[in-house]
Structure formats: C-alpha cells, structure tokens
C-alpha cells in the first residue's frame, strides 16, 4: 500500500500521473525491495501496490488508502485466521507472529504436532480443548526463513520492474487502443512477487501461473454467467 501512495503521489509531482505502466511497474517493484529489505515477502502486497496505480480514483486517499484497505483489511484477514485456522486439531496459526528470529531455550514450550499441548491431563475435556486453542494463537514457535541477500533484491527489482512494464506497455500501445483487451491487471502485482522474489517456491512454477491464474479467470467467468443466468447480476 505504502509502495503504491508513494510512487502515485512522486509522479503526480512531476506531471506523469496518466503513465500507468511506469506507476504500475515502479510501485510492484519497489515494494518486492521493502518487502524483502524487512522479510515480509507477501505476494498480495504486490496486487495493493498495482491496485492503487491503477485505480486512479483512489489516488486522492493517499496515505488513507495504506491504512484502509491495506493495514486494517490485512488485520481483519489475519485475526479471523487466528479464529478459524486453530478451530483445526491439525493447524496451528500463526507459525510466529515477527520475522525476527529467536533465541530458544530447551525448556521452551511448543506445541505438539497435532496442535495440542500437554500437562493438561488433569483437565476436563472441554477446558482442555478451549485451553489449547487458544494457546495457539501465540505461535508454533516456528521461525522466518533468512532475508535474501542484497544482489537478490536487485534482480527481484529489476524482474518485477521488467514484467508489469512489459504487461503495461502492450496494453497500452498494441491490446487496448486496437481490440480493447487489458492484461495488466492487479494479480499480476502478486504473481510479480512470487516468480521474481520467490521463484523457488512451487507455487511460482510456471504450471501453477499460468494455469493457475487461467483457471481463476475461468471459475470467476462461470460464476458471474450463472448469477446472470439466475437474476443475481445485482449481487456481483
């Protein structure tokens, strides 16, 4: 969110407001630097970004807009992941709550593998369980993987820069003036993140972007034509 407000509000400044593209690509890729700077790679954050670019009727909520949606819708998300996630006997949410690593004693409580702890014995089943699960909202104890190295950032910069600039340019000069087509949309920010900060992960590989983010168009197709089909057009 920040990202997004800061490169808006600079090229407002200089008079390029209206050069998308730039915005677009400055903003994804300049939050993967802050992101991965402070260990707090999220590709969403990268769609916040793209998102604040590109709908320029949001560009007067400046800093307003990193708090709401960015920073409260993120809190909201996260506290009823706490909720939701520990319900599960399997799931312990969060792994841990700062990306900083610690220092852990032997003694150090953690939680066994099904989420449940124990010394709990003499407990009736009800307490024990409410115990529990609300014991895992303080962690699993888990730690963040390490910071990438500098030289990494730079080609995450240079990747994601390179990307959303290509989407926008073909948008703006060869899709939207001949066929009216858009591909520089605000998935793209997050997809930035993964393949170029993140390109590693599984959920990077080109399998899952492509026909990942295919089927996703696909599936919201189907849905909007069936509410249409059903006289639900207003609800979409």
């Not at 989407?167 to 170029?196: C, D, K, Q």
Request: proline content about 6%; aromatic content about 10%; overall charge negative.
């Amino acid at each position: 969110g920040f990202g997004g407000v800061a490169v808006v509000s600079l090229l407002e400044a200089i008079g390029l407001e209206d050069c998308f593209w730039l915005s677009g690509a400055l903003s994804v890729s300049l939050t993967i630097v802050a992101q991965e700077l402070t260990n707090t790679v999220h590709p969403p954050g990268g769609a916040t970004a793209l998102i604040f670019s590109l709908l320029k009727s949001s560009h007067h909520e400046h800093l307003l807009f990193v708090f709401a949606p960015a920073f409260l819708g993120s809190v909201v998300m996260v506290a009823t992941a706490v909720g939701m996630n520990n319900l599960a006997p399997a799931r312990t949410y969060p792994q841990w709550w700062l990306p900083l690593k610690r220092a852990l004693s032997p003694d150090s409580p953690t939680l066994d593998e099904d989420g449940l702890g124990s010394g709990m014995e003499g407990s009736s089943c009800v307490q024990l369980v409410w115990t529990q699960y609300f014991r895992k909202f303080a962690g699993a104890g888990g730690e963040p993987g390490p910071r990438p190295k500098f030289s990494e950032t730079c080609f995450s910069f240079l990747g994601a820069f390179a990307g959303i600039a290509v989407l926008g340019l073909i948008e703006t000069y060869l899709l939207w003036p001949f066929v009216n087509l858009r591909v520089l949309v605000p998935a793209f920010g997050a997809m930035s993140v993964l393949v170029f900060s993140t390109c590693k992960a599984p959920l990077a590989q080109p399998s899952n972007v492509i026909l990942g983010n295919s089927i996703g168009g696909g599936v919201g197709v189907v849905v909007v034509s069936g509410m249409e089909l059903l006289g639900l057009q207003h609800m979409v």
